[in-house]
């Protein structure tokens, strides 16, 4: 199959049950997509897909054929980093940083989309993204700060 990641068409051989979480890692070699539940309750695999935030552990890798995936390395720019990762190195966003990839690209869909969120707007966008470090109080700051750059 052809799979479009962060503007790079790989051709990769992929059983039909291969996840693209699994394809993004495994054949494509980008990790920073991180493997958690498996059952898309913790959005540490969040990726996005023809513009759309989706967990990759709950999606086959062949139905993102001909798709744009974006995926956690496609935010910074060398070494100037997306003003939402900034935010999140401000404010204390993360600690262990298991699930920042998610949390990120989370956050990069809600300030498009939403350029003055509220607390509960971001609550809500969040929802789907655990984090068992930081309490979510800095990652809703860092949020806050994001929209506002």
Not at 10 to 16: K, N, R, T
Not at 53 to 75: D, F, P, R, Y
Not at 79 to 101: I, K, R, S, T
Not at 120 to 147: E, F, M, P, S, W
Request: hydrophobic letters at 40%.
């Amino acid at each position: 199959m052809k799979l479009t990641v962060n503007g790079v068409e790989h051709e990769i051989d992929v059983d039909p049950r291969t996840l693209l979480v699994h394809a993004i890692r495994e054949q494509v070699g980008l990790t920073g997509t991180h493997v958690g539940c498996l059952t898309g309750d913790c959005g540490a695999c969040t990726v996005v897909v023809d513009g759309q935030t989706t967990k990759s552990c709950s999606v086959l890798a062949l139905s993102a054929e001909g798709s744009a995936v974006e995926t956690i390395e496609s935010l910074a720019d060398g070494d100037d980093l997306h003003p939402v990762q900034q935010a999140f190195w401000d404010e204390f966003g993360f600690q262990c940083g298991f699930c920042l990839p998610g949390m990120l690209l989370t956050a990069k869909e809600l300030v498009e989309s939403t350029p003055d969120p509220t607390d509960d707007d971001i609550l809500r966008a969040i929802d789907g993204n655990l984090c068992r470090c930081t309490g979510y109080n800095t990652i809703v700051a860092a949020v806050r700060k994001a929209a506002r750059s």
